[in-house]
């Protein structure tokens, strides 16, 4: 049992199975769109990358997503969505990591770059008497 502490970091630090991480030539973009009646904020993060000093990073990118509907009227821009363009590194399958957030992170997934749009959503439910708000996306 002394050496149950040991195994456990052993196996922590070395992961069980490793993937080629893909960077593209041209990047690949897909939208992120807000269908909930409220501000939706987050984040769309790729996979961790070596650099040639050793230094593993990943990319971030922040967003914030206006009501849907709602449209800049200086510009006639829609505000509800936003485009993301990446060449990666990618998850596994082109996927890169999607967090909204309020003042803590409320929701994450994975989801690849090829398949379509991400759609925001949210749905007022009651629980325990307290009404909350859940939100979530679909992830491809």
């Keep these: 049992m002394r050496l149950l502490p040991l195994i456990v970091l052993f196996f922590s630090l070395f992961p069980w199975h490793a993937h080629a991480q893909e960077i593209t030539s041209e ?27 050793g230094q593993k990073i990943h990319y971030d990118g922040t967003f914030r997503l206006e009501p849907k509907g709602t449209v800049d009227p200086e510009t006639g821009y829609a505000k509800d969505f936003a485009e993301f363009c990446t060449t990666g590194p990618f998850f596994p399958d082109r996927q890169l990591e999607i967090t909204l957030r309020t003042l803590i992170p409320v929701f994450s997934c994975k989801t690849s770059v090829e398949a379509g749009d991400v759609i925001v959503h949210s ?18």
């Design 123 to 140: 749905k007022k439910i009651m629980k325990d008497g307290v009404e909350i708000r859940k939100i979530w996306a679909t992830c491809h």
């Design 27 to 53: 990047p690949i973009c897909f939208n992120i769109r807000n269908e909930a009646d409220h501000t939706i904020f987050g984040s769309v993060v790729t996979d961790y990358v070596t650099r040639e000093d």
